[in-house]
């Protein structure tokens, strides 16, 4: 067999049993429910279940010990304005999340910056794959060319008038055994913490994306805090992105509680729903997610038949019933479903008193084309209804509004976005 039929078989054998652990860990039928992050994969692209980590050059790092008490309060930003100025927003997905760049068929360019800001965005969040470019043992040194190309990316967001938030993506090896990562975990916020506190208040850092498997409510509170409390040793400054467990829906948000005198955050939560929809076709999402032609809202005009494998998943089954007979007001892939999981995100927002921020919402490539415009222009709307300020997922890959073979927009998708065209 030859080397990369080899890797290809593991990698694949991997992704099922992770898989298959998911999905019999969450409850399917939960709206929030995401079905794994594991392996997100950029149209046709295969998953790479097992990352090669990367052999990071070891460089001299930032002192890591923390220091006995937090720094006075810097003149305090006010969150709702820092909140509400995230307006319009792009990830830039399948990039620096990939275990390396490239790796998902995406390498950022300089010209994707301009783009975003002329076509109207407002603010460019960047997944970030920190733990494949540090060191394994302390001091956990961040790879000094990663740390460059993440300094190139705030410097072109910031020259093109972007918002920038940083995050912490894809640590997948936290959410199996948090407590052995916890460290790392931290060093590595300090370290970024260190290099971007200078920053102008337009940069922001969400700790971690979709907090979810081993990293329990409980767990997830700890470890928050105790990243929050030493990057606010080095920063105190920046405005911090506080999620909740569970794949960062907004369920789990209301759960959340921040140290003691913390007052520069915004919340953020996620939003797919429905999974059956947004994610139908997606290899990482396993096989209930594979019945094709789902479009939205329901019912079809044409009952959908659902793929053999997928009707051997209980509430798959009974979702699909839903769909291709209820009429569009009670259908799961209507508009009540919607507005009723964003109603019930405001009133948590309104609980935390913060800004709710939708940091990712978007349709996979393999529903047709209306439908995502549909299902994008309805969630925009509802979220902006509510006075929330989102960013899209993403950018250029399998979900992109951004067709990059072309060079051009998926115009219909950048208006369900950005209704007015910009003019200048
Ligand atoms: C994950 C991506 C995935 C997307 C949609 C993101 O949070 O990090 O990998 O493609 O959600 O599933």
């Known amino acids: 067999m030859k080397k990369w039929t ?11 049993s992770v898989l298959t652990a998911c999905r019999s860990a969450a409850t399917p039928e939960s709206a929030e429910l995401r079905p794994s992050a594991t392996s997100p994969v950029a149209g046709d692209t295969p998953p790479t279940a ?26 305090p930003l006010d969150r709702i304005a820092q909140g509400q100025r995230l307006g319009r927003g792009v990830n830039l997905g399948n990039a620096l999340e990939a275990p390396t760049e490239g790796e998902w068929g995406m390498v950022l360019q300089e010209e994707y910056f301009r783009l975003i800001a002329e076509a109207g965005f407002d603010t460019i969040r960047v997944p970030i794959r ?44 936290i959410f199996e055994t948090p407590g052995a990562h916890t460290e790392r975990f931290i060093a590595i916020w300090q370290q970024i913490a260190t290099r971007y ?59 959340l509680r921040l140290p003691e005198g913390e007052e520069n955050y915004v919340c953020t939560f996620h939003f797919y729903d429905p999974m059956l929809f947004t ?4 290899s990482w999402s396993g096989p209930g997610y594979q019945t094709l032609g ?34 569009t007001e009670s259908n799961p892939a209507g508009y009540k479903m919607i ?24 349709a996979f490539e393999k529903a047709d084309m209306q439908s995502r415009v549909n299902w994008t222009t309805f969630v925009r709307e509802t979220a902006e209804a ?4 989102w960013a899209y997922w993403e950018f250029g890959s399998g979900f992109g509004v951004y067709d990059r073979q072309a060079g051009q927009w998926h115009e219909a998708l950048l208006r369900a976005l950005i209704p007015e065209p910009s003019v200048d």
């Open 130 to 173: 920190w733990s494949t470019h540090a060191l394994e043992e302390p001091p956990y040194t961040v790879d000094e060319s990663f740390f460059q190309r993440v300094d190139w990316v705030i410097e072109n967001g910031l020259a093109n008038g972007l918002n920038v938030v940083i995050n912490m993506h894809h640590y997948e090896e």
């Open 50 to 75: 097992s990352p090669p980590t990367a052999t990071p050059t070891p460089i001299p790092s930032p002192t890591l010990t923390p220091q006995p008490t937090l720094l006075p309060p810097a003149v």
């Open 197 to 255: 506190k200078d920053k102008p208040d337009n940069v922001y850092f969400e700790p971690l994306n979709e907090p979810h498997g081993g990293l329990t409510q409980d767990k997830w509170r700890r470890l928050l805090d105790d990243t929050i409390l030493a990057i606010r040793r080095i920063d105190n400054r920046h405005t911090l992105i506080v999620t909740g467990a569970d794949w960062g829906g907004y369920r789990a948000l209301a759960n």
């Open 386 to 389: 509510h006075g929330m300020p």
């Open 279 to 282: 994610h139908q076709g997606a």
């Open 6 to 16: 080899m890797f290809l078989c593991i990698g694949l054998l991997a992704i099922t």
């Open 339 to 362: 507005r009723d999981a964003f109603d019930a995100a405001a009133k948590v927002g309104e609980k935390l008193d913060c800004v709710l921020w939708l940091g990712e919402f978007g």
């Open 294 to 327: 789902v479009t939205w809202p329901g019912p079809p005009a044409t009952p959908v038949a659902i793929d053999p494998e997928a009707a051997k998943v209980g509430w798959v089954l009974t979702w699909f019933r839903q769909y291709n007979t209820l009429a």
